[in-house]
């Protein structure tokens, strides 16, 4: 049922940043599925769309809604690497979205180039600059899990800091089915992180 209302949505008059994200959903369903060159493809739609316009909400759209699995594609540091390029045309000190999307795209560039210290640097950055303005954003998602592998591999452990905790530790009180999916998400990464370092 997704798969069909994102083709239907790609043949409607789209503004372009909705053009965008609806391009960034029919590729997370691609990847999801297995499909990589189609993933890829219609990723490198996205950007394409993005780098041409000068509209800073195409460029924001483009950057807040790249997911954590595009990483994990052929190419796909690459990409991130060339969405932080387009990111920063649209100065994301002005944008608050755009700003926590910086530093989720250089944390996890940093992190898959084997950058262990300095991705770290990045995540303590973004969640000084939520803690102080008092801000709460989805795209402590995507970073959790980059989060995570960074912490077994730079520091042997898989949470040891309060921020990682905090998603290991969602609040259900209020809940729906995608928080706890997210809560069940973290649970299962913190799992296998363990596995990982043999804590069984």
Do not use: K
Request: net charge negative.
């Amino acid at each position: 049922r997704d798969q069909a209302v994102i083709d239907r949505a790609l043949v409607a008059p789209l503004q372009q940043y909705q053009r965008v994200r609806v391009l960034l959903a029919y590729a997370l369903g691609a990847t999801l599925h297995e499909r990589w060159h189609e993933a890829n493809a219609t990723l490198d739609q996205a950007l394409d769309l993005a780098e041409a316009s000068a509209d800073p909400h195409v460029i924001i759209a483009l950057a807040a809604d790249l997911q954590a699995p595009f990483a994990l594609l052929p190419g796909g540091v690459a990409r991130y690497e060339r969405a932080l390029r387009i990111l920063w045309r649209a100065n994301p000190a002005t944008n608050t979205t755009a700003l926590i999307s910086q530093y989720v795209l250089r944390a996890t560039v940093q992190m898959w180039r084997g950058h262990w210290d300095a991705a770290a640097v990045e995540m303590q950055a973004l969640h000084n600059f939520l803690a102080t303005t008092n801000t709460i954003s989805w795209q402590l998602v995507n970073l959790g899990g980059v989060q995570l592998f960074n912490n077994i591999i730079r520091l042997g452990t898989a949470a040891t800091d309060p921020a990682l905790d905090m998603l290991l530790n969602i609040d259900e009180s209020q809940s729906n089915a995608f928080t706890r999916s997210v809560a069940i998400s973290f649970q299962f990464h913190y799992a296998r992180g363990q596995w990982l370092l043999g804590n069984l």
